[in-house]
């Protein structure tokens, strides 16, 4: 696990937004790694950048400048289809607003990013939206339009929906801003224990603390720029970067950095200690137990 | 995407939308259905009219000696057809013909006491005439008949100017092969009417024998087919031109000699035609108005699909799926609904004034064919197939982050 490459790699990225005369610089050259199977948060002000970092991850946006790496693939100058195609293989989305697709019922809506995967059986695609709504608890609903189903519910079709794939990374954008308290946290830890159970690298953005609590990986931005980088072992968040020290540009930069650290170096080579770490968590025991990928 | 699983997505948006859906299925059945009717009125008067030039006066068929027609009344005894060539017999035995009836036309003078007006006459076989001018109305008296020669019908026009009644005893004049002219006394015995007013006023009708003896000649100008439908005329045509040598005879259809009915087709075609386009057009319209509507409703799902990994065509080719759907329901609803009031209406029957150059008046009915339904249904698609291709374009150009941004 630790040595695989990073699943996405984000070098030099530059997006500007032309309003009238005015260019709003909404992401300043910003570079860092996305390991694979992390838990990895996003986290800023308001109109910081986050959701425009997430799209260009998600390769549903492109940067004006810079260079994405997913899933070893440079996603810079591919056409809108090859993208297309990149993102039905390898990355997944949780919105929001959740984005089910108001006409198909909670199965129908599992079973969409799969239908035009020829590679998946419909056997297999079957089987799949069974065992990922029996994931998040909505078994009995699998026949249910989203309009009957509350705010939690259809985020948990959305999180079945986004791993019925098995993609290599699920991004969510603020994916319980519009759910109460209650709900959020619980759909949080699913997510986290998905990611336990089954290794699937999540990024989310977000400005609630919670999301940040549990995290192995934050990335900080602030108006545009990368602050912060955190990588957790246990309670203890030990900070890459801030903002008064260079910010590696480059992964030979990085590489540099890792090794003048070896306390960082051993938190990330030796990653599933660090997930064991965290492994107190109890909603997340109980889906560990069903296996990986 | 595979194209049926596409199919089966679009299926589901058409369905699962009802509202939506209902609104075009609306508008696409309601210009089918204005279509059809329209058409379908016109084609019933031209259909009748058609059925009444051909049963009343022209056949399905004439066949005359060449160039009979063109320059044959001005000089009528240079394009005789002899009674006894073996072709009528062959023609009397040929598929689809139900009656041939030997007719000889000729000019000249018609005098009732001081009145003398001259006439256009056709010299005919009663029994047979019975037969072909089914639909040649006798106003007054009766129609002729075999065993009373010596009688003459009169287009109405021409008994009005002569004055003459029914019994009156007319005198006709003519000239004979030989160059020399002949008189004949007959009895009027009935007044007939056609579709054509400027040839009653000048007809007359009376049987062959006489009209032989008259012109002191064998022979006739034509004979005249009629066929069990009209829709043989084109075969039966065809295989004469094959069997009989064109040296001797002209073959000719009733549709070249049909000369009024050609020109009303012609006109109304062409109102049908504009019809059909503005009604074409406001399909188009309404649909890509509904189209557009529900793909900048559904935004939000578009730029969710995509980011999924729907490619552009993905889009294209589901909405696109969904215009095609709801084009081919809007038509079956259309061309049913169709039906459905030119059943009722045809039923009811639109009473309809004296069409141009005739005396009375009739009821039309709304005709439906098969060739107008399915010009409707390839209308119907056609229109909102067209009318999906640019609001399926726009959705499958849509940028994903800005379609999600819809959501919120
Ligand atoms: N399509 C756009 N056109 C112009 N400016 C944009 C566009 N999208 C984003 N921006 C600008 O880019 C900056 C970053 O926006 P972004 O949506 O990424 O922020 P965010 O961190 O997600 O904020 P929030 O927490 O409120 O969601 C903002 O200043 C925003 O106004
Ligand atoms: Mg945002």
New interface residues.
């Given amino acids: 696990m630790a040595t695989r490459a990073p699943v996405v790699q984000v070098e030099h990225i530059c997006k500007d937004y032309k309003l009238g005369e005015e260019t709003v610089h909404a992401l300043k050259d910003i570079s860092f790694n996305i390991d694979d199977g992390v838990f990895l948060a996003i986290a800023g002000p308001s109109g910081s950048g986050k959701s425009t970092m997430l799209n260009m991850i998600g390769c549903i946006d492109t940067p004006t400048s810079g260079k994405i790496v997913v899933d070893g693939t440079d996603v810079s100058g591919k056409t809108p289809d090859e993208l297309a195609d990149l993102r039905s293989r390898t990355i997944s989305f949780v919105f929001q607003t959740f984005n089910l697709f108001p006409v198909l019922s909670a199965e129908e809506n599992v079973e969409y990013p799969m239908l035009r995967r020829t590679d998946i059986s419909k056997s297999e695609r079957k089987e799949r939206v069974s065992f990922f709504l029996n994931t998040v608890g909505l078994a009995k609903y699998a026949g249910h339009r989203p309009n009957q189903l509350s705010g939690g519910q259809r985020q948990r079709v959305a999180i079945a929906r986004a791993l019925a794939t098995r993609p290599r990374i699920v991004l969510a954008d603020e994916p319980t801003a519009n759910l109460d308290y209650k709900t959020g946290e619980s759909i949080l830890s699913m997510m986290k224990a998905i990611n336990r159970a089954f290794e699937t690298t999540f990024v989310f953005s977000t400005h609630d603390q919670r999301v940040m609590g549990m995290a192995d990986r934050l990335v900080r931005i602030e108006d545009g720029e990368l602050t912060t980088l955190g990588v957790r072992a246990g309670n203890v968040w030990k900070y890459v970067k801030e903002k008064d020290v260079p910010i590696p540009t480059s992964d030979a930069e990085m590489q540099q950095l890792l090794k003048e650290d070896p306390e960082l170096r051993r938190m990330i080579m030796e990653d599933p200690e660090l997930r064991r770490a965290l492994l107190d968590d109890q909603s997340v025991a109980g889906v560990a137990g069903k296996g990986g990928r | 995407?595979?194209y049926p699983?596409t199919a089966a997505?679009a299926f589901?948006?058409v369905t699962?939308?009802a509202r939506r859906s209902a609104i075009a299925l609306i508008a696409v059945g309601f210009g089918i259905v204005a279509m059809l009717l329209a058409a379908g009125f016109i084609d019933d008067i031209l259909h009748g009219m058609r059925e009444e030039t051909i049963e009343t006066h022209l056949g399905h068929v004439q066949i005359t000696r060449p160039h009979y027609l063109e320059a044959g009344l001005a000089a009528p005894f240079d394009y005789l057809l002899p009674d006894n060539w073996p072709e009528r017999q062959l023609l009397e035995k040929t598929n689809r013909v139900v009656v041939v009836s030997p007719r000889l036309t000729f000019n000249g003078l018609i005098s009732l006491g001081d009145t003398t007006v001259s006439f256009l006459a056709d010299g005919v076989e009663p029994d047979k005439e019975k037969n072909l001018a089914k639909q040649l109305k006798i106003v007054a008296g009766q129609n002729l008949s075999e065993t009373e020669p010596k009688t003459v019908i009169l287009g109405q026009g021409l008994a009005t100017s002569l004055g003459a009644k029914l019994g009156d005893k007319v005198v006709l004049v003519a000239n004979t092969q030989k160059g020399g002219v002949n008189a004949v006394e007959v009895t009027v015995r009935g007044t007939f009417s056609t579709v054509t007013k400027a040839y009653d006023d000048v007809a007359l009708r009376l049987p062959l024998k006489t009209a032989q003896q008259l012109l002191r000649v064998q022979g006739t100008h034509r004979w005249v087919v009629l066929l069990d439908r009209t829709e043989s005329t084109a075969a039966v045509v065809a295989a004469l031109r094959q069997q009989f040598d064109s040296k001797k005879f002209d073959i000719v259809p009733w549709s070249q000699l049909a000369d009024f009915y050609n020109k009303t087709v012609t006109l109304f075609s062409r109102q049908v035609t504009v019809m059909k386009l503005i009604i074409a057009a406001i399909i188009v319209l309404s649909i890509s108005n509904t189209m557009m509507m529900s793909v900048m409703e559904r935004t939000?799902?578009v730029?969710?699909?995509?980011?999924?990994?729907?490619?552009?065509?993905?889009m294209l080719s589901l909405f696109l799926s969904e215009g095609l759907m709801l084009g081919i329901a809007g038509a079956l609803l259309g061309v049913i609904l169709g039906w459905a009031f030119a059943a009722v209406i045809s039923f009811i029957g639109i009473p309809m004034p004296p069409p141009p150059g005739a005396t009375e008046g009739f009821t039309a009915k709304i005709r439906l064919t098969p060739g107008l339904t399915s010009q409707a249904l390839v209308l119907a698609i056609l229109t909102t197939l067209i009318a999906s291709v640019y609001p399926a374009w726009k959705a499958s150009r849509m940028i994903?982050?800005d379609a999600?941004r819809h959501?919120?």
């Fill in positions: 995407m595979p699983t997505l589901r948006n699962r939308n939000g799902d730029g969710t699909a995509m980011a999924l990994g729907n490619s552009r065509r993905d994903i982050v999600l959501n919120r």
